[in-house]
Nanobody, 115 residues
Framework: QVQLVESGGGLVQPGGSLRLSCAGS????????MGWYRQAPGNERELVAS???????NYAGSVKGRFTISRDNLRGTVYLQMNSLKLEDTAVYYC?????????WGQGTQVTVSS
């Protein structure tokens, strides 16, 4: 059974930092492209950052320079380091694993940026 379990969300002040983690099991982690998506109330789910199996990264323009995605294939974990957080970063953040037709999602973790 495939599981993606996110952790690390919480409440942070503007300008603060958080590090999200997503631990995968039930898949050959190193063969999957991994992504972080987010969904704010009333908005569609959007891609935040992604990393290919080979380590290539891609970022949404709104987070470029502030967020960093990385992966540890030995631990089966993908990370999202979020710095200089803004109010508009508030959302539920979801982890995604994709390989061809295989497409899996985590349950999400809430990130709230508020003063």
């Amino acid at each position: 059974q495939v599981q993606l379990v996110e952790s690390g969300g919480g409440l942070v002040q503007p300008g603060g930092s958080l590090r999200l983690s997503c631990a995968g099991s039930g898949i050959i982690f190193g063969l999957y492209a991994m992504g972080w998506y987010r969904q704010a109330p009333g908005n569609e789910r959007e891609l935040v950052a992604s990393i290919t199996a080979g380590g290539g990264t891609n970022y949404a323009g709104s987070v470029k320079g502030r967020f960093t995605i990385s992966r540890d294939n030995l631990r089966g974990t993908v990370y999202l380091q979020m710095n200089s957080l803004k109010l508009e970063d508030t959302a539920v953040y979801y982890c995604n694993a994709r390989n061809g037709k295989n497409d899996y999602w985590g349950q999400g973790t809430q990130v709230t940026v508020s003063s």
